[in-house]
């Protein structure tokens, strides 16, 4: 990884420097998701360096196995900024982790003292008792109407499969 190190442009240089451990370490949440961004963009622009190189190469060698060889230095840049990106979001999540459990704890002491300061609840009123089942159908003259003809029907139909 050293060789590759050497190879590195120096900003490239600079953010495998921002992305050290040690310095990860001192940086808070926001400048971490700054450094994730830049890190990803980094990491893309290689990966998509080295898909380009090889599939332009592949017509030159003859294959795709020729190739391959031909195209170690990018390959081996696009690995250092992957791994560059794993441990950023590692620390990353982390952090959004301790972030996300120090919110979780403030919202429940918030509402702990919400509880204690609000007065009890009224005592519950007796409900009004009511028949388990209602008819809650509609009773219009035409409703009516129009039922009394369904069953006429029906009974109209019964009578002529008795008389067969």
């Known amino acids: 990884m050293d060789a590759i190190l050497g190879s590195l442009t120096e900003a490239e240089l600079a953010l495998v420097r921002e992305a050290d451990p040690a310095r990860l370490a001192k940086l808070d949440e926001d400048a971490l998701i700054d450094l994730h961004d830049r890190v990803r ?3 893309n622009k290689q990966v998509k360096n080295y898909r380009r190189r090889a599939a332009s190469r592949v017509e030159e060698t003859g294959g795709r196995g020729k190739a391959y060889a031909r195209n170690t230095r990018r390959r081996a840049k696009a690995e ?13 999540a982390v952090l959004a982790l301790e972030s996300a ?8 002491a918030e509402e702990a003292k919400n509880r204690a300061n609000r007065p009890a609840p009224p005592a519950p009123k007796a409900k009004k008792l009511t028949a388990q089942r209602e008819d809650r159908r509609p009773d ?3 409703r009516r ?3 009394a003809s369904t069953r006429a029907t029906g009974a109209r139909r019964q009578a002529r499969r008795d008389s067969r």
């Open 41 to 43: 963009r980094a990491r």
């Open 145 to 147: 109407k129009r039922h």
């Open 80 to 92: 250092v900024f992957e791994e560059l990106l794993s441990t950023v979001s590692t620390r990353l």
């Open 101 to 108: 459990e120090a919110l979780r704890a403030e919202r429940l």
């Open 140 to 142: 219009s003259p035409d």
